[in-house]
């Protein structure tokens, strides 16, 4: 085949001998020319990242920096347009190294690292381009910045004060005083007074008859530090009081109803910090993760919480929580044990069986590692309490591996057992002859029904290997069930939550009700006070690896060795990024401290023992090398590698010989 250009005949380019060619003068040291063979191909496919980095790698080595700049940049462009985001990362990496002043790749990396999930990265991005952009005079596209910022990381103060300047200066009143205003609050609840007095001077500078400022400041001045009325609703003022405990958890439960839950877990945690096991936080706590979907976390707390009031003998409590966490994961083998459980106290063996059969289902359809008999602990429970012995032969008939009707399920009955109950806070007391049931009249007071199972975003579960109905930390349920406390809310028994105490939170009727809860829109990104995605950080690792940029690899690699999923391989490139800079010793050292790491074993401890053979001969150490393969010695090439190894080590006894 070939082309017909302009009356002549153009023969189709032969890749391999272009490459081959490129190669050859660039081990010569003649880079210009082997440009020239690289943009042969670049001609071909233009669209080809992978040419266009060879190429300004070629470039560098001659010290033509811009053509390097532009090279990378194409590479980037290119690697984006095919969906590469890691290889495009790593393209602009390769440009702020050459020329630290091309600010705008800033913005580029910060649109990379949002979609890959690094918020922290992307953030920092952003507010490096967000400055230089500033400097330049050019507040527009500062502002677009900021708002970015304040989308991933809503609790970014320095952003929001910036975004709020930024409008002012542009004219855009409407979303200055909605910033400050959201500003002031935020620092109110912080108890930064001072700056919360700041943002509500501005607010009243925009907007001279904002009540909600001119009500601040006028409390600010006698000394109150910001009592301030809030509208919740046409008929209903909350009085809040940054300082006062019912002031700032209705101020929590504002921003959980509006979906401000970064803002409302900051105020819980400094709550918890100054009182530890405060039973009304802890709840709230638990229920702003569950509403979040951070279903795990929610998952030890509840069964903290469930299991606290069951001791304490207050079962309708301790039945409205775990009623609450079933609504939105039903399949909870934890929970549903411990419900099992609230029933044997309630002297009400039936039901007590109906939940622990549940709970046998979905074990034999979703085994725990390591705990695969457990659905005959189980079984036994059931056997001795259940009053129906059709229900104890079906079971028995599928644990045996019997065909059993799908109508039959044991999930499908009791459906009522898991309605939208009634939820109480922690250390309200229940009435004399108070029954355990979810259908009763809802009281006043900072309560609510559970959140219907539509108005909570259910995250699916992480690809960690975790089966439904897993433990926290991996703890199997029966172990969690035992344990019953959680060290996120008790530190030692005297911090222990108090279920006998008489007070009471209280708020406003209407404040609380969330049985029309809206559904919080869904972010595709994590917040920032989220665990690390470890798998993004060490993809990334590998990218930058890959395109020579070894420093930032090795601080993708630290991040991602966190994750025990990603630990072993995590520092085996760590020490491969070692060895590409030369630095053996670190290299060496590197890969003998995993091999000495309890997690490192199998197949993976044969393939990084054969890196370290490898090291030790670059670094000529041949005894060293000769004993580590000599530990694998069927692994890949190793029996050639000895040999060789044995006669270097020979020949160089002998040519050592003194003379006769």
């Not at 009085?239 to 504002?254: F, I, K, T, Y």
């Given at each position: 085949?070939?082309?017909?250009?302009?009356?002549?005949?153009?023969?189709?380019?032969?890749?391999?001998?272009?490459?081959?060619?490129?190669?050859?003068?660039?081990?010569?040291?003649?880079?210009?020319?082997?440009?020239?063979?690289?943009?042969?191909?670049?001609?071909?496919?233009?669209?080809?990242g992978s040419i266009h980095n060879s190429i300004g790698?070629?470039?560098?080595?001659?010290?033509?920096?811009?053509?390097?700049?532009?090279?990378?940049?194409?590479?980037?462009?290119?690697?984006?347009?095919?969906?590469?985001?890691?290889?495009?990362?790593?393209?602009?990496?390769?440009?702020?190294?050459?020329?630290?002043?091309?600010?705008?790749?800033?913005?580029?990396?910060?649109?990379?690292?949002?979609?890959?999930?690094?918020?922290?990265?992307?953030?920092?991005?952003?507010?490096?381009?967000?400055?230089?952009?500033?400097?330049?005079?050019?507040?527009?596209?500062?502002?677009?910045?900021?708002?970015?910022?304040?989308?991933?990381?809503?609790?970014?103060?320095?952003?929001?004060?910036?975004?709020?300047?930024?409008?002012?200066?542009?004219?855009?009143?409407?979303?200055?005083?909605?910033?400050?205003?959201?500003?002031?609050?935020?620092?109110?609840?912080?108890?930064?007074?001072?700056?919360?007095?700041?943002?509500?001077?501005?607010?009243?500078?925009?907007?001279?008859?904002?009540?909600?400022?001119?009500?601040?400041?006028?409390?600010?001045?006698?000394?109150?530090?910001?009592?301030?009325?809030?509208?919740?609703?046409?008929?209903?003022?909350?009085?809040?009081?940054?300082?006062?405990?019912?002031?700032?958890?209705?101020?929590?439960?504002?921003?959980?109803?509006?979906?401000?839950?970064?803002?409302?877990?900051?105020?819980?945690?400094?709550?918890?910090?100054?009182?530890?096991?405060?039973?009304?936080?802890?709840?709230?706590?638990?229920?702003?993760?569950?509403?979040?979907?951070?279903?795990?976390?929610?998952?030890?707390?509840?069964?903290?919480?469930?299991?606290?009031?069951?001791?304490?003998?207050?079962?309708?409590?301790?039945?409205?929580?775990?009623?609450?966490?079933?609504?939105?994961?039903?399949?909870?083998?934890?929970?549903?044990?411990?419900?099992?459980?609230?029933?044997?106290?309630?002297?009400?063996?039936?039901?007590?069986?109906?939940?622990?059969?549940?709970?046998?289902?979905?074990?034999?359809?979703?085994?725990?590692?390591?705990?695969?008999?457990?659905?005959?602990?189980?079984?036994?429970?059931?056997?001795?309490?259940?009053?129906?012995?059709?229900?104890?032969?079906?079971?028995?008939?599928?644990?045996?591996?019997?065909?059993?009707?799908?109508?039959?399920?044991?999930?499908?009955?009791?459906?009522?057992?898991?309605?939208?109950?009634?939820?109480?806070?922690?250390?309200?007391?229940?009435?004399?002859?108070?029954?355990?049931?979810?259908?009763?009249?809802?009281?006043?007071?900072?309560?609510?029904?559970?959140?219907?199972?539509?108005?909570?975003?259910?995250?699916?579960?992480?690809?960690?290997?975790?089966?439904?109905?897993?433990?926290?930390?991996?703890?199997?349920?029966?172990?969690?069930?035992?344990?019953?406390?959680?060290?996120?809310?008790?530190?030692?028994?005297?911090?222990?939550?108090?279920?006998?105490?008489?007070?009471?939170?209280?708020?406003?009727?209407?404040?609380?009700?969330?049985?029309?809860?809206?559904?919080?829109?869904?972010?595709?990104?994590?917040?920032?006070?989220?665990?690390?995605?470890?798998?993004?950080?060490?993809l990334l690792g590998i990218a930058y690896k890959n395109?020579?940029?070894?420093?930032?690899?090795?601080?993708?690699?630290?991040?991602?060795?966190?994750?025990?999923?990603?630990?072993?391989?995590?520092?085996?490139?760590?020490?491969?990024?070692?060895?590409?800079?030369?630095?053996?010793?670190?290299?060496?050292?590197?890969?003998?401290?995993?091999?000495?790491?309890?997690?490192?074993?199998?197949?993976?401890?044969?393939?990084?023992?054969?890196?370290?053979a490898l090291l030790y001969e670059a670094d000529a150490?041949?005894?060293?090398?000769?004993?580590?393969?000599?530990?694998?010695?069927?692994?890949?090439?190793?029996?050639?590698?000895?040999?060789?190894?044995?006669?270097?080590?020979?020949?160089?006894?002998?040519?050592?010989?003194?003379?006769?």
């Amino acid at each position: 085949m070939f082309t017909v250009l302009r009356g002549r005949c153009v023969l189709p380019l032969d890749r391999g001998k272009v490459l081959q060619q490129a190669q050859l003068l660039a081990s010569r040291g003649q880079y210009e020319h082997a440009v020239g063979e690289w943009k042969k191909l670049a001609a071909e496919a233009p669209h080809d990242g992978s040419i266009h980095n060879s190429i300004g790698d070629l470039h560098l080595k001659h010290n033509a920096i811009a053509d390097a700049v532009a090279s990378f940049l194409k590479a980037a462009e290119a690697f984006r347009e095919e969906g590469a985001t890691l290889k495009a990362i790593a393209a602009y990496k390769k440009v702020l190294k050459c020329d630290p002043t091309k600010y705008e790749v800033h913005q580029h990396l910060g649109d990379l690292n949002a979609e890959r999930g690094l918020v922290s990265s992307a953030v920092q991005d952003y507010l490096t381009a967000a400055k230089h952009f500033l400097k330049a005079r050019k507040p527009k596209e500062a502002l677009a910045l900021y708002r970015k910022i304040v989308k991933l990381d809503p609790s970014n103060l320095n952003a929001q004060q910036c975004i709020a300047e930024l409008c002012l200066q542009d004219n855009q009143q409407e979303e200055a005083t909605r910033v400050y205003l959201q500003l002031a609050r935020e620092r109110s609840a912080q108890g930064r007074h001072g700056e919360a007095k700041e943002a509500y001077q501005a607010v009243l500078n925009i907007d001279p008859q904002n009540s909600e400022a001119a009500q601040y400041l006028e409390s600010f001045k006698g000394g109150k530090f910001g009592l301030i009325t809030l509208q919740q609703s046409k008929d209903t003022e909350v009085l809040l009081r940054p300082s006062d405990p019912l002031g700032q958890l209705a101020e929590v439960v504002r921003r959980m109803d509006e979906g401000q839950y970064d803002g409302a877990e900051a105020i819980l945690n400094q709550m918890l910090s100054r009182d530890p096991g405060n039973p009304q936080v802890c709840q709230l706590l638990a229920r702003l993760h569950l509403q979040r979907g951070d279903l795990q976390v929610a998952l030890g707390e509840y069964r903290f919480l469930a299991g606290a009031a069951l001791r304490a003998q207050d079962f309708r409590l301790a039945e409205s929580l775990i009623t609450e966490f079933l609504s939105q994961q039903p399949d909870s083998v934890p929970l549903l044990e411990l419900y099992g459980e609230l029933y044997e106290e309630q002297h009400d063996p039936a039901s007590a069986a109906l939940q622990y059969a549940k709970a046998i289902e979905l074990l034999l359809a979703h085994p725990e590692p390591g705990m695969e008999g457990y659905h005959e602990e189980l079984f036994e429970k059931v056997r001795s309490l259940s009053p129906d012995t059709e229900l104890v032969e079906r079971l028995a008939a599928k644990i045996q591996g019997e065909a059993v009707p799908t109508q039959n399920s044991v999930a499908a009955q009791g459906e009522s057992a898991i309605g939208h109950g009634e939820v109480r806070l922690l250390g309200e007391k229940p009435e004399k002859n108070e029954k355990s049931s979810v259908s009763e009249e809802k009281p006043d007071g900072l309560q609510s029904e559970s959140v219907p199972a539509s108005s909570v975003p259910v995250q699916v579960a992480s690809s960690g290997g975790e089966s439904r109905g897993a433990g926290v930390n991996g703890a199997c349920p029966a172990e969690e069930t035992r344990r019953s406390r959680s060290d996120l809310f008790a530190k030692n028994e005297s911090e222990r939550t108090d279920f006998t105490t008489n007070t009471v939170l209280t708020a406003p009727r209407g404040l609380c009700d969330r049985t029309e809860h809206p559904t919080p829109a869904a972010s595709p990104l994590p917040s920032p006070s989220s665990v690390p995605d470890y798998e993004a950080h060490f993809l990334l690792g590998i990218a930058y690896k890959n395109m020579g940029l070894y420093p930032e690899a090795r601080e993708e690699f630290t991040v991602s060795r966190q994750a025990t999923k990603y630990y072993l391989d995590a520092c085996l490139m760590t020490a491969l990024c070692f060895k590409e800079e030369g630095r053996l010793a670190e290299a060496i050292r590197e890969l003998e401290t995993l091999l000495a790491d309890s997690r490192c074993r199998g197949t993976k401890a044969q393939a990084i023992r054969y890196e370290l053979a490898l090291l030790y001969e670059a670094d000529a150490q041949w005894e060293k090398a000769t004993t580590t393969f000599e530990a694998i010695a069927s692994f890949h090439d190793v029996p050639e590698r000895l040999a060789a190894l044995k006669r270097r080590i020979t020949s160089a006894g002998e040519n050592h010989l003194p003379a006769a």
